[in-house]
């Protein structure tokens, strides 16, 4: 691949313009670490806050699609990424650290790549909205493994071989299966989004990286019972503890804050943030979190 052509980072925000608030705390955290340009995928009516220009290199307005609610439209990305190597990231995520680097550097050359594990057993994509058997699954798709990842953070490349992968989500996501294989999501017609990309990657043998709790990339906040969070020395520390399970200390360079939880400890960060470009502090009463428990991540 040509190493001049573009890489940059695109964030989501359909719908309602709090996402557009919280994907511009993300611009303005990965800013702060990082001169890749950003840019921001909405849909059509969303008002954009002119304060907000400055914050993305591009604000591309999706054309509508309405066979995809909610985070399915992460299966469109392929199409309307203007990068030839992207870094999708939740809207509701921050950068601590401008290691970040170091992903982008490891990365480099895979079609698609994301941090999880491998699993052909046992529960699996479990929140709070459901739960699937993954020996279940694996037979009904045919494939000896599911890749069980947190899709809030994925990383592709312009290739034939990541185009296939978003191919064969859509494929899964309408076919006969859709139910069988996700559930419904946080919002009427919106399905779980992670299942599919699970099954899809597992199916075209697409394994995750599966680096050490302590070196990751992404770390998500459900289950978190302590940290450390410090834009500053880009130290991104947090003790997690899922139910019937030891503590066990993640850190990484992105944190996912799911569901906004913690969400006075986001509001601080993303106040800080937003005080450095002169930008008023977010209205916090407008933000109720909803956070869905989710074990294997």
């Not at 059509?44 to 290199?57: E, I, M, Q, T």
């Not at 999706?62 to 870094?87: C, E, H, I, Q, V």
């Not at 906040?221 to 993640?250: C, E, F, H, I, Y």
């Amino acid at each position: 691949m040509n190493e001049n052509r573009p890489e940059g980072y695109v964030a989501i925000a359909f719908d309602d313009a709090r996402y557009l608030d919280i994907a511009a705390n993300l611009a303005l955290s990965l800013r702060r670490h990082d001169r890749r340009p950003v840019s921001v995928l909405v849909n059509r009516g969303l008002p954009v806050n002119p304060a907000y220009g400055n914050l993305f290199d591009q604000i591309i307005t999706a054309p509508d699609d309405p066979t995809l609610r909610g985070a399915m439209n992460k299966a469109r990305l392929f199409d309307l990424t203007p990068y030839d190597r992207t870094l999708y990231v939740d809207a509701d995520c921050l950068l601590f650290s401008p290691r970040i680097e170091f992903f982008w550097r490891k990365y480099r050359g895979q079609a698609f790549a994301v941090e999880g594990h491998k699993q052909s057993e046992g529960p699996v994509f479990a929140c709070s909205l459901g739960v699937k058997d993954a020996a279940t699954l694996c037979t009904l798709m045919n494939i000896p493994f599911l890749t069980v990842f947190n899709a809030g953070v994925m990383y592709f490349e312009r290739t034939a071989d990541s185009k296939a992968v978003f191919d064969k989500v859509l494929e899964i996501y309408r076919g006969p299966h859709r139910d069988a294989v996700s559930y419904q999501y946080k919002h009427a017609g919106e399905y779980a989004d992670e299942p599919f990309f699970g099954a899809a990657l597992a199916s075209l043998g697409i394994a995750p990286f599966e680096p050490p709790l302590t070196q990751r990339l992404q770390v998500t906040t459900p289950n978190m019972t302590d940290g450390v969070m410090d834009m500053d020395s880009g130290d991104l520390r947090l003790v997690k503890q899922a139910a019937g399970r030891k503590p066990q200390v993640w850190s990484g360079v992105l944190c996912h804050f799911c569901g906004l939880s913690p969400m006075e400890t986001y509001f601080d960060l993303a106040d800080r943030l937003r005080a450095e470009a002169r930008l008023p502090p977010m209205d916090r009463a407008a933000f109720k979190p909803v956070v869905l428990t989710a074990p294997q991540h």
